[in-house]
Every structure is written in structure tokens, then in C-alpha cells.
């Protein structure tokens, strides 16, 4: 099993540059969620969905999108990327059920120059 | 409003010694509380958590962690640490009645095991 998959690991674009980075798991979890790690902050959540077709905003939603068009995959995209979007960015995955524990992709190390 | 504190930034423990990671937490609901492990240039792995039940709940690599109400926290221990268990500490929680999962994460302790 590859548990949580996050394309590309290292990226690094300009200020005003769009991207994509992509998210599959192959544990069929209803639940995907898009994370964004800086140093002192612990994890903020950006956008989670509960399901195909469905998202929904977190902590940290501005300047990004998403998309869930598969249960397998939910797509994280910068459509201008600031230098403030610079960051570690982290996907995971759960099952519906209460409890459930969030399993993490490897990451995307983005840096906005 | 959920919320979770990690109040320190760094631990340091000589190996062999046991170990501490303090979490404290804020939840409006019946708390549902997690550690994550994250190695460097790694993502985060889980530890162990608290639903319900025994206040004592035990992990993998020897870590425990006990839920204790009265003082809303949710420390992580082990009686005797290991310069592997030198990493990045997470605590988290999830307010029992919300949708989507969504959890909290503390900003994070690092701990730093000493031969």
C-alpha cells in the first residue's frame, strides 16, 4: 500500500506563478484534508473535503483552491502564489468514522520567490 | 473556540531517563485527543489517542499518554527514552461533535534525547 502519495516533493515558483499539487490515497477514505506546516505554527488546515465532489474552507483558506472530482485524489491549487505561501504543505486522509485516525502524505517543500 | 498549547518549545532528556511532552487543550465538546510523531523531512505519524475509556492509553514505541479532565490535558510520556525518539512532537484534538474530522494541532515540541 502506498497509503498517501503528495506530488511534487519540492517545488519552487515566482511570485505571481500558479501550480497544482496533487494528493492520492489508495486507502478509499471518505475524508482528505490540506495542511500547511511553518516553523512555530504547527499545522493549519487550508480546505478539507468530506467526500467526491465536496470541500469545504479551514483555518487558512486564502489564496488556494481546491478540487475533489475523484475520492482517490483532492487537488491543492495557488492560482498567484505569494511569497508568503512559501511553506511545507501536507496531505492526509481518514475514514469517516469517529476516531478515525488522519494518515499524512511525505509533503511538498514550496518555496515563493 | 478549539484550541491546543504545547508549552514548550523544546525538551531535552539524557537517554534512558524517562520523558515528558506536555499537551493542554480547550474543546466545547467531549475532547477526542491525538499525538503525531514527525521525523525529519518526513510526514507525521501517529502515536496513540484518547476517545473514551481508560484515562492510561499506550502507543506504539513505547509511549503512553493520559487524559486527564479536570486539567484539560493530555500529556505524552515514556519511562525511558531513546535517541531515536528524537523528533517533532504534535498534539491534537477534535471536538467530538464536529464534522469533517477537522482537527487541532499544537505548534509543535521538539524533543532532543541525548546519548
Known amino acids: 500500500n502506498a497509503g498517501v502519495t503528495q506530488t511534487p516533493k519540492f517545488r519552487v515558483l515566482k511570485t505571481g506563478q500558479s501550480m497544482t499539487l496533487l494528493c492520492a490515497q489508495d486507502m478509499n477514505h471518505e475524508y482528505m484534508y490540506w495542511y500547511r506546516q511553518d516553523p512555530g505554527m504547527g499545522l493549519r488546515l487550508i480546505h478539507y473535503s468530506v467526500g467526491e465532489g465536496t470541500t469545504a474552507k479551514g483555518e487558512v483558506p486564502d489564496g488556494y483552491n481546491v478540487s475533489r472530482l475523484k475520492k482517490q485524489n483532492f487537488l491543492l491549487g495557488l492560482e498567484s502564489a505569494a511569497p508568503s505561501q512559501t511553506s511545507v504543505y501536507f496531505c492526509?486522509?481518514?475514514?469517516?468514522?469517529?476516531?478515525?485516525?488522519?494518515?499524512f502524505g511525505a509533503g511538498t517543500r514550496l518555496s515563493v520567490l | 473556540a478549539q484550541s491546543v498549547a504545547q508549552p514548550e518549545d523544546q525538551v531535552n532528556v539524557a537517554e534512558g531517563n524517562p520523558l515528558t511532552v506536555k499537551c493542554t487543550y480547550s474543546v466545547s465538546g467531549n475532547p477526542y485527543l491525538f499525538w503525531y510523531v514527525q521525523y525529519p523531512n518526513r510526514g507525521l505519524q501517529f502515536l496513540l489517542k484518547?476517545?473514551?475509556?481508560?484515562?492510561l492509553v499506550k502507543g506504539s514505541y513505547g509511549f503512553e499518554a493520559e487524559f486527564n479532565k479536570s486539567q484539560t490535558s493530555f500529556h505524552l510520556k515514556k519511562p525511558s527514552a531513546l535517541v531515536s525518539d528524537s523528533a517533532l512532537y504534535f498534539c491534537a484534538v477534535r471536538d467530538g461533535s464536529n464534522q469533517g474530522g477537522k482537527l487541532i494541532f499544537g505548534q509543535g515540541t521538539e524533543l532532543s534525547v541525548k546519548p
Open positions: 484518547y476517545i473514551t475509556g481508560d484515562n
Open positions: 492526509a486522509s481518514s475514514y469517516e468514522r469517529v476516531g478515525s485516525i488522519q494518515y
